[in-house]
């Protein structure tokens, strides 16, 4: 089956080519829709969840009233969201551009909830191991095998910037040593010639 949306009546259709009905035939068909221009509300509650606990974490601490301001405009900002999608009945535009303006929103949020938790560990509080494990929004560490291929790839880099110097530095060397036997020739002609006597 195949989704329409009728702008005249603002109501979504299916239709389905190549559909043969025989006289006085009916066909029903269950037709489920899911409308991928919203954010889940797992994911809303999950950033309402983190929040909520490190708020328990940073309580006691010199850092809560600042903390509160911050996780004050989280939870605000996401009860918007939540409500703007319950009530959204716009056209098709609309909605999809209520959907990117919530996305910018979420990833504001995300921000901020970093902020949080640089605030906790800054006031002394660490960071559950449940907290760290759950979060989809700290960065991944590197892995043992990326740290030694930097570690390798760097002295490779170094080695063959050593040997380019060593061996710019020995042409380099070698062209002066030339030109100073040459001038040494050009300004005493009389004593390469004796030394050639003695020879």
Wanted: charged fraction near 30%; aromatic fraction near 10%.
């Amino acid at each position: 089956m195949d989704t329409e949306y009728d702008s005249e009546k603002g109501i979504y259709y299916v239709y389905r080519d190549n559909v043969t009905l025989n006289p006085n035939e009916i066909r029903a068909f269950e037709v489920e829709v899911e409308d991928i221009w919203v954010i889940a509300d797992s994911e809303l509650n999950f950033l309402k969840a983190h929040t909520d606990t490190i708020m328990e974490k940073v309580k006691n601490s010199e850092y809560y009233l600042r903390s509160k301001e911050v996780a004050d405009t989280i939870y605000l900002r996401l009860a918007e969201i939540d409500k703007a999608q319950k009530e959204d009945d716009g056209s098709r535009e609309q909605h999809i551009g209520l959907y990117r303006q919530n996305v910018q929103i979420v990833d504001k949020i995300k921000e901020d909830i970093t902020r949080l938790e640089k605030m906790l560990a800054t006031a002394g509080g660490p960071l559950a191991p449940d907290m760290l494990s759950k979060s989809k929004i700290k960065s991944e560490e590197p892995t043992k095998t990326m740290t030694w291929i930097v570690i390798f790839s760097l002295i490779i880099f170094t080695s063959l910037l050593a040997g380019v110097m060593f061996f710019t530095w020995n042409r380099q060397a070698r062209i002066t040593k030339d030109a100073l036997l040459t001038a040494k020739r050009a300004a005493f002609p009389e004593a390469e010639s004796k030394e050639e006597k003695t020879k």
